[in-house]
């Protein structure tokens, strides 16, 4: 006969609450260890926005206070007008904007025809090139200002431009030849077919393909020569109007006193270029990332 005794019901377990506490605080900690960490890269930013809203005494008696007592928004205009930053604001768009454009033009170019070509002495080439861009830049500086006093371009808004473009040409060029080998060669293979020829593939295929890469690059360029300080300061050095607003925003700074706080509004003014091309282009930089991880 069966038995008829009903099964034990079991006490579900209970956790204590330390442990139940413990996974979770685990999970919370890396958290705020990098809550802390963006707050440490972005208080000096906040600060500095905050400097250029302060007033003189202001800005001496808050100290490392972010909440101004007296809101001053003509610091804004003063380093705009008074301290020149509108003329440096100037200089440096056009030469950011040059070298950025023959920047990529020419290391895009340079690029695609290491990637495509085959010619003697290619691999000794590309140790040369490899080899300049170790050289630290104070070691060539001077056969440079040379080379730009020979040219006749010395203090003027081209010879930064040149000299910037020389410097961004080597790691550009690199970066572009990877790229265009992770290219697929069907494209242009059915372009020849059709008789188009080594240029007409260049402009037509590889640079439209390259628009990632462009964009990202561009921004890296961008940044490089809008907050470059030493070769506007060495090769226009003899002409102050053609500095660019790194080495303007160093006319605040005198032998006695110190405008800080119309010198943080011209430093906001400075940065708010970056910010506005970074926000247009990090689609593009962040497809080019990705597309590289992928690969």
């Known amino acids: 006969m069966a038995s008829t005794t009903p099964p034990i019901a079991r006490t579900p377990r209970t956790v204590p609450a330390r442990q139940r506490r413990g996974p979770a605080l685990g999970r919370s900690l890396p958290h705020v260890a990098l809550l802390l960490s963006a707050f440490a890269w972005i208080y000096p930013l906040l600060w500095g926005l905050s400097g250029a809203l302060k007033t003189d005494m202001g800005f001496l008696d808050s ?4 909440i101004p007592h007296e809101y001053r928004w003509h610091n804004f205009v003063d380093a705009w007008n008074s301290a020149g930053i509108g003329t440096y604001f100037v200089n440096t768009v056009l030469i950011t904007v040059a070298t950025v454009f023959f920047t990529l033009l020419f290391s895009s170019a340079a690029g695609y025809v290491l990637a495509r070509t085959e010619f003697p002495g290619r691999r000794a080439l590309l140790a040369v090139i490899a080899v300049t861009f170790f050289l630290p830049r104070g070691y060539t500086i001077i056969p ?21 473009v020389a410097n961004a040409m080597v790691f550009n060029t690199f970066m572009f030849m990877g790229y265009f080998r992770t ?34 690059l561009g921004l ?24 660019t607003i790194s080495v303007g925003l160093y006319s605040f700074i005198g032998q006695t006193s110190t405008d800080w706080s119309v010198l943080c509004a011209g430093s906001v003014i400075s940065l708010l270029p970056i910010v506005l091309v970074f926000a247009f282009a990090q689609r593009h930089v962040v497809s080019a990332i990705a597309g590289a991880v992928k690969g």
Not at 192 to 207: C, E, K, N, P, S
Request: net charge negative; hydrophobic share 55%; aromatic share 12%.
């Open 63 to 66: 100290g490392l206070g972010l």
């Open 144 to 164: 440079v200002y040379d080379l730009v006093n020979h040219l006749g371009l010395l203090d003027s808004i081209w010879a930064v431009v040149l000299v910037q």
């Open 183 to 216: 290219v697929t060669k069907d494209v242009e293979e059915a372009a020849m077919v059709d008789g188009a020829t080594f240029h007409q593939l260049y402009f037509r295929i590889a640079l439209p393909l390259a628009r990632p890469m462009l964009a990202s």
């Open 220 to 243: 890296f360029v961008f940044i490089s020569s809008w907050n470059d300080f030493l070769i506007p300061l060495v090769f226009t050095l003899g002409r102050p109007e053609r500095q």
